[in-house]
């Protein structure tokens, strides 16, 4: 596979991740509430930057034979370093016509920014033009309303106002294919979304299963290694922190208990491994297939 992509079974569901891109931003977005020294240390130990995260996009893809499914879209091309799915795809011998349903974990626009085909921006169209997509029915409502509360996060207004467009942007264009999900729903065979709230209302979780074999796609109910280690530190970009943290607790609880693979997005790339609880509390992030 080339670089960028990488494909591994869970049973019979054949699963590749794909990057999309990256992005880096001000490490503080991610730990607003951290202690310094400790999060300088932590920081220190995984040989990481102090001052920048750099924070890679990584989307789904799940061959079921009979399904094409893609799970989150990357940013688009809205960014110098993102809008690579598309490409990756190809690579990994998909055309967007073959995607027949696409999910949203949520609804920020590295999730959802490549969902939407702007070459021309007065006519912007669906970028999987077959697919149905797939998301939250509170997540859509949230985004869709005349008012959109994004209090709770602890980014710049440039930031919350790039979200807020964005969604509505895309959720606009994409509104003659959307199908809302309003409960834990198997998607396709051997794939189901769970609710998985906080980091924002409609947030889901998938939980792939087949043959025995299990992977529990967090999407961004934990954005970096460290909040494993440091659940009680909270991220910038939750908008409901302390409905985050019941959740991010409840999924690495259920993956450790289960011995899953686990996915998250945002992880540095392949985005997978395993997750085991720490003596001294947290859960510890092996990374790999
Ligand atoms: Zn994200």
């Not at 110098?80 to 990994?92: F, H, K, N, Q, Y």
């Not at 011998?93 to 969902?115: E, K, S, W, Y």
């Not at 109910?221 to 985050?244: I, M, T």
């Amino acid at each position: 596979m080339p670089a960028g992509s990488h494909r591994f079974q869970v049973g019979t569901l054949c699963c590749t991740v794909l990057s999309d891109g990256y992005v880096d931003h001000p490490t503080s977005w991610y730990f607003p509430d951290a202690g310094r020294l400790e999060l300088e240390r932590a920081l220190q130990s995984h040989g990481l930057p102090q001052e920048r995260v750099l924070c890679p996009y990584t989307c789904l893809l799940v061959e079921t034979g009979r399904h094409v499914v893609l799970a989150d879209t990357g940013l688009g091309t809205a960014s110098s370093t993102s809008g690579a799915i598309l490409a990756r795809l190809e690579m990994a011998g998909i055309r967007r016509q073959d995607v027949d349903t696409v999910i949203f974990t949520h609804a920020h626009p590295d999730h959802l920014g490549g969902a939407v085909d702007m070459r021309n921006p007065r006519a912007p169209l669906p970028m999987f033009p077959n697919a149905s997509y797939v998301m939250s029915e509170t997540e859509w409502g949230f985004w869709t309303a005349d008012r959109v509360d994004l209090h709770g996060l602890r980014l710049g207004g440039d930031v919350k106002a790039d979200m807020q467009s964005t969604a509505r942007r895309c959720l606009r264009v994409l509104r003659h294919q959307v199908e809302l999900i309003d409960r834990e729903t198997e998607i396709v065979p051997g794939l189901r979304a769970l609710a998985a709230p906080g980091h924002t209302p409609g947030h889901l979780a998938l939980l792939l299963a087949s043959e025995g074999r299990q992977m529990l796609h967090l999407g961004d109910a934990a954005v970096h290694p460290l909040h494993l280690e440091h659940p009680e530190w909270q991220n910038g970009f939750d908008l409901l922190p302390d409905r985050a943290l019941a959740t991010r607790r409840a999924l690495l609880e259920r993956a450790a208990a289960e011995e899953m693979r686990v996915m998250a997005f945002h992880f540095p790339f392949p985005s997978v491994g395993r997750v085991a609880a720490r003596a001294e509390g947290g859960w510890e992030w092996t990374p790999g297939w």
